[in-house]
């Protein structure tokens, strides 16, 4: 069901002032088995997933962009929730591997040109996801930096032609914390250890109190978005 952008925008002033979970079943509700939740195993992700298992009546599809240069607490995450949770896990690879990389583009190209790199390992195995889906779920909120301010409950995706739903996008941190840890959903431990925003191992650094939250990601260089929501 691809929706138009009218009625994308009566939804979202409406989903404005709904729950988290409400928005969560109400898109699942509506999009049915043409709708996936995009996970990177944060803790938005676990968040949501632990919210659409609760309300759904079977099986959630999932899927996570594994660039195959995650942290090893991610993939022990990924791993344990594919185990425990109601889900059906699509691990989505880039079409080259780290070895076809290096040998097409150089070593280190994340450090070189992570815009580049991003695509490679992201932003076009996001398009291959996508294939065959109305909608997709994210993690996306307002709190998370000045690049999200302007986001919605649920908005157009112009890029993919799909409907993107973003059913945390009100939530604080204080408010996403207190809901992981009052329903014991498992999170990366990184997230203790100063990482607020967990992506890859060479572009993935902790940050100090008081820093922005997505400081840590592709630090020294003028980046803080992988392009997956631009």
């Not at 925008?9 to 404005?16: C, D, F, G, S």
């Not at 157009?156 to 996008?169: C, F, I």
């Not at 820093?211 to 003028?222: I, N, S, T, Y």
Request: glycine share 6%; charged share 25%; hydrophobic share 40%.
């Amino acid at each position: 069901m691809i929706l138009e952008s009218g009625r994308i925008a009566e939804m979202a002033t409406l989903w404005e002032e709904l729950e988290p979970r409400e928005i969560v079943a109400a898109a699942l509700d509506l999009f049915g088995d043409r709708i996936t939740i995009a996970s990177s195993f944060g803790l938005e992700d676990v968040a949501l997933i632990h919210m659409a298992t609760s309300v759904a009546k079977g099986p959630i599809d999932v899927f996570c962009l594994d660039t195959e240069v995650l942290f090893p607490e991610t993939y022990a995450l990924m791993n344990r929730f594919s185990e425990s949770y109601a889900i059906r896990l699509r691990r989505v690879v880039p079409e080259f591997s780290l070895a076809q990389q290096i040998e097409r583009y150089g070593e280190e190209l994340w450090a070189r040109d992570p815009d580049q790199c991003c695509k490679l390992r992201k932003v076009e195995p996001l398009g291959r996801a996508l294939q065959g889906y109305d909608a997709w779920v994210t993690g996306l909120r307002r709190a998370q930096g000045p690049t999200r301010q302007n986001a919605k409950a649920v908005e157009p995706d112009a890029r993919h032609g799909l409907t993107k739903v973003n059913p945390l996008v009100r939530w604080s941190d204080e408010q996403l914390w207190a809901y992981v840890r009052a329903e014991e959903v498992p999170y990366n431990p990184l997230h203790e250890r100063g990482y607020p925003s967990i992506g890859c191992i060479h572009c993935t650094r902790a940050v100090s109190p008081g820093e922005d939250p997505r400081a840590g990601r592709w630090a020294g260089f003028a980046k803080t978005e992988c392009g997956l929501h631009l």
